[in-house]
């Protein structure tokens, strides 16, 4: 625990805070105040908030360094903050209080907030996690920042036209970005390509020499974290590549002042825009440049911080902490090697020792597609010094599993870190659990999949270093401040606990059968649910009854997320209707919102598919207006938080073994939707909370799938052949009925579904997800019941906070402790 020596001088009251805000008018954005737009008070207000996040920073600072704190350091590629004004507002407790200053000066704040561009630094659910992460650390007042690339282009923006996406281009700085503080005084400089020369020292030293490098120069922007209650402000430290000075010498020498100019404009691509996850950017140079560049420009930092309070690299880990966010950072392995054995001549065993005290790794991802490799030719042109470490860890590394397990070949095959295969690739992912302490997945079942179908090996090894830390999502962004009806129902009947303790909303699992209570959740519900309405029927030009259920699938377009067995189900039901005569339960709105990456054929030809079905049944009056279909293109963090808190089901359908764990999964329940879903990731952590009841169980478990697919024993065809259903669905696929101006355009879906040994096993789930969606329509037309389960929901959610998260890594793998300011 630290006291607090500094005083903060910018008050948050009211006459203070509108005092800075003209000031900023004036001397920061010169103008005059009576001519101030909205804009620009949006602008001002953001600098009077970053002046209050900066003192507090700096407080932090000095907190963490007066006690010599360990820290965590966060290496992620990506990081997907949303909106920063209105978060930082809502953590430093101003929110309401600014919204009424605005609103007595003329101004509408929500519409200010609106035009705040999200900064998209990350792809989904990994980057997502981080920021999350980033919060909770600081409202838990833990020493922990996040480290990244201020890329100037973030994921694409989304656009649809004639149903099909289309990519735009997303330059979120366009309007700045008020909150961040560039900290050039601090840049660093990273050396790529070149060779290294192997000399001799007199003594007989094998000294290795890195030569003839280019060199880029990583500028830190930092944007500040400010936990609830304002009291901790750390900072997610965001590195820019710009070109180093070297490069002005030699236009200099050179005096082809173009070509030399060119360079400088080409080293300053490394952070210029974010890969959108496909497999098919392995292999990419520009992309191993990232890696490596997040990693060098972390550790100098990092090194640079612990040398001006301590000499000693031999206690580095006791200080230090260092968070791999899946294998992009891998390399941070190679690169403290590198710094302890050839900076700084410690020995290779402690070297090695101190590298894996320092490092942990979590894993994403199952999907063998997405385990990253890279080339060794690539690697020995860009890192040539690193390529060499490499093969020393390798070599140092299968000596000790020979001896283990004497020549046992395959099994040293299979752990080496190189794969000898036709081309030789270094494999990202042994690296980093050799390289580690910890190898953590995302959610129970996850992790047992990380150690029996990724690791094995490894596990057996060392089965102490594999753990499980189950996902969270932040409450502050995901409840306090994305659901303000809900919001503050929860605070009227439980207190305000829950904000920083989300188990306390335990207390409203009483009011699940309260009349007034329940018809307040449903206000609440329906306000939201009116935004969302409204907002579909301005951009999209399509008219959804708030009465109807919501059903929402929002996540990145894949296969394994099974969007496809959601829009059979939607075409089962249309069926029924027009050919059967044979009404739903109930009104339905399917909403789908996400992204399919650039390079993913079946991904994006399933956004087609989804606006072409659409586009039938909303407009064939048969249907009476009881089924409606829409698309919200151009999913991001502020599109979830309009679409999340209106949802009433929940889409969580990955194939069992696929989803690592899903945290929109988590958002949709906090906010009171009940989820439909397999036994996949985190949904069965969530139903073992919430209770089976309040959660609507289908699908094959991970055990049967994985069964079924190592026998090569599914064949669809058979299931095509038995079931009027699936028969009827996949015909009206293949005889254009939703395609008659393109006839044969989804062919390859039904013929794909119907192949021996189909991936995701859609109809293997198909009858089974039809039923269940059965008793979700009779049930939802039973409003106690329905709203008995969505509260239950919502107050049993409390395990998948982040703090929960945070709290656990802090004792489980980083060993930080919490440092409050106490005053
Ligand atoms: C997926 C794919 C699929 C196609 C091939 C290339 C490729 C590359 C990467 C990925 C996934 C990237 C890792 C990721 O975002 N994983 C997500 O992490 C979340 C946070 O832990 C977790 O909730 C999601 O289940 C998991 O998919």
């Known amino acids: 625990m630290a006291k607090c020596k500094s005083v903060l001088k910018k008050k948050n009251d009211r006459e203070s805070l509108n005092a800075d805000i003209c000031d900023h008018v004036v001397f920061s954005l010169s103008k005059d105040i009576e001519n101030a737009t909205e804009r620009d008070m949006g602008r001002a207000l953001a600098l009077s908030l970053r002046d209050r996040l900066v003192e507090r920073m700096l407080e932090t600072r000095d907190r963490y360094r007066e006690t010599k704190a360990k820290r965590m350091y966060y290496f992620s590629i990506e990081y997907l903050l ?10 430093m407790e101003m929110l309401s209080e600014c919204e009424d200053m605005f609103k007595d000066l003329g101004f509408d704040l929500d519409e200010v907030r609106e035009s705040e561009r999200d900064p998209a630094l990350g792809n989904g659910g990994l980057g997502r ?95 500040p974290i400010v936990g609830y209650g304002g009291k901790t402000v750390n900072y997610l430290r965001l590195f820019a590549a710009r070109a180093s000075q070297n490069f002005d010498m030699e236009i200099f020498n050179s005096g082809d002042y173009i070509r030399a100019v060119q360079r400088k404009i080409e080293s300053e691509m490394v952070s210029k825009v974010l890969y959108p996850s496909e497999s098919v950017s392995f292999g990419k140079e520009l992309r191993l440049v990232q890696e490596y560049f997040l990693v060098a420009c972390g550790l100098r930092d990092i090194t640079r911080r ?61 999907l063998p597609e997405a385990l990253e490799c890279w080339s060794v030719d690539l690697l020995e042109k860009v890192l040539p010094r690193h390529l060499q470490l490499i093969y020393e860890i390798n070599s140092r590394f299968l000596d000790g599993i020979k001896k283990k397990y004497s020549e046992d070949i395959e099994k040293i095959r299979r752990m080496s870190l190189i794969e000898e295969g036709g081309k030789k690739e270094v494999r990202m992912a042994n690296l980093a659990v050799i390289g580690s302490h910890s190898v953590n997945g995302v959610s129970e079942l996850h992790s047992e999949l990380v150690k029996r179908r990724l690791f094995p090996d490894f596990y057996e090894m060392n089965p102490e270093k594999f753990n499980n830390k189950t996902n969270g999502v932040t409450p502050r962004r995901w409840l306090l401040k994305s659901n303000r009806p809900l919001a503050k129902l929860l605070t009227d009947c439980a207190g305000d606990k829950w904000i920083t303790d989300l188990s306390e909303l335990k207390k409203i699992e009483k009011y699940a059968t ?46 394994y997320k099974r969007q496809l067995l959601n829009v059979l189900h939607i075409i089962h039901m249309y069926l029924e209707m027009v050919d059967h005569g044979r009404e739903p339960l109930c009104a339905r709105t399917f909403i789908f919102a996400g992204k399919a990456a650039p390079g993913y054929w079946e991904a994006k030809q399933i956004i087609k598919l989804i ?121 009206a696929l293949y005889s254009n009925r939703f395609s008659p101006k393109d006839p044969g355009l989804f062919n390859w879906i039904v013929d794909k579904l119907l192949a021996d040994n189909e991936q995701y096993l859609h109809l293997a789930d198909f009858a089974e997800y039809i039923e269940v969606q059965k008793t979700v329509g009779l049930e939802y037309s039973d409003p106690v019941l329905w709203n008995k389960k969505a509260i239950l929901n919502t107050a049993r959610m409390g395990k998948f906070s982040t703090d929960r998260t945070m709290r656990e890594y802090a004792e489980d793998i980083w060993n930080i402790k919490a440092l409050k300011n106490l005053e």
Request: net charge negative.
């Open 514 to 559: 309260d009349s007034e209570f329940r018809d307040k959740f449903v206000a609440a519900k329906r306000e939201n649910k009116i935004i969302l309405s409204n907002f579909i029927r301005s951009t999209l030009d399509i008219d959804v009854s708030p009465d109807s259920l919501f059903d929402i699938h929002a996540k990145r377009i894949h296969e």
């Open 82 to 91: 949303g909106r920063c004004l209105g978060n930082s507002l809502c953590n």
């Open 306 to 366: 612990f040398s001006a309070q301590n000499k000693n690299f031999e206690e580095f880990s006791d200080y230090v902490a260092i968070q791999l966010n899946d294998t992009h950072p891998a390399l941070t392995v190679v690169e403290l090697m590198r710094f302890l054995v050839d900076e700084k001549r410690i020995e290779w065993g402690r070297a090695w020792k101190i590298t894996q005290a320092t490092c942990a790794y979590t894993n994403h991802t199952l």
């Open 611 to 731: 606006h072409s079905v659409g586009g039938v049944i909303n407009k064939d009056k048969r249907v009476k207006g009881l089924i409606k279909v829409a698309f919200t293109p151009d999913y991001r963090v502020s599109l979830a938080e309009k679409i999340i808190p209106a949802c009433d089901l929940s889409e969580q359908i990955s194939t069992a073994g696929t989803e690592a764990s899903g945290t929109g999964n988590m958002k949709f329940a906090i906010n009171g939707a009940l989820t439909i879903g397999t036994l996949d990731g985190a949904n069965i952590e969530m139903r073992e909370e919430v209770g089976e009841d309040n959660f609507y169980l289908f699908g094959l478990r991970q055990d049967e799938v994985e069964n079924l697919l190592t026998t090569r024993s599914y064949h669809p065809r058979e299931i095509y052949e038995s079931s009027a259903e699936v028969r009827e669905v996949l015909d």
């Open 129 to 223: 996690l981080a920021a999350c992460f980033l919060d909770s650390l600081a409202t838990l007042d833990m020493p922990g920042c996040g480290y990244g690339i201020h890329y100037e282009y973030g994921l694409f923006r989304q656009s649809i036209q004639d149903g099909y996406q289309k990519e735009l281009a997303d330059y979120w700085m366009a309007d700045g970005m008020p909150l961040e503080i560039i900290r050039p005084d601090q840049a660093v400089l990273i050396p790529l390509y070149g060779r290294v020369e192997n000399s001799i020292l007199p003594n007989g030293e094998y000294l290795p020499m890195w030569l003839d490098w280019e060199d880029i120069v990583g500028v830190p922007y930092d944007i």
